[in-house]
Nanobody, 122 residues
Framework: QVQLRESGGGLVQAGGSLRLSCAAS????????MAWFRQAPGKEREFVAA????????YYSDSVKGRFTISRDGAKNTVYLQMNSLKPEDTAVYYC???????????????WGQGTHVTVFL
């Protein structure tokens, strides 16, 4: 079992930055592909970014590429999402996920956090 806990969400003005954190506990953190998803009101959960366990490759959705950065700290069992140049359309609940069952961009992970709210205003 893996427990995930997100933090770092909040209110930010458009153009600003936030850094989300996801602390993992349980099984060995470095065994898992880690990812961030988000869900805006009335919309489906969508992929944001992922970091694979073996080669450490990163993947981003087109909507955040160049603005968001995913990273992980094995010593702290924590994965981060640095979000820069935020836009109102980035407003959503952001979820951390671990252990992809199929492709890293699919909403098909074994473990999920409870989510953290991000609101971007003009």
């Amino acid at each position: 079992q893996v427990q995930l806990r997100e933090s770092g969400g909040g209110l930010v003005q458009a153009g600003g930055s936030l850094r989300l954190s996801c602390a993992a506990s349980g099984r060995t953190f470095n065994d898992y592909t880690m990812a961030w998803f988000r869900q805006a009101p009335g919309k489906e959960r969508e992929f944001v970014a992922a970091n694979t366990r073996r080669l450490g490759r990163t993947y981003y959705s087109d909507s955040v590429k160049g603005r968001f950065t995913i990273s992980r700290d094995g010593a702290k069992n924590t994965v981060y999402l640095q979000m820069n140049s935020l836009k109102p359309e980035d407003t959503a609940v952001y979820y951390c996920a671990a252990q992809a069952r199929s492709g890293v961009t699919n909403v098909d992970y074994d473990y999920w956090g409870q989510g953290t709210h991000v609101t971007v205003f003009l």
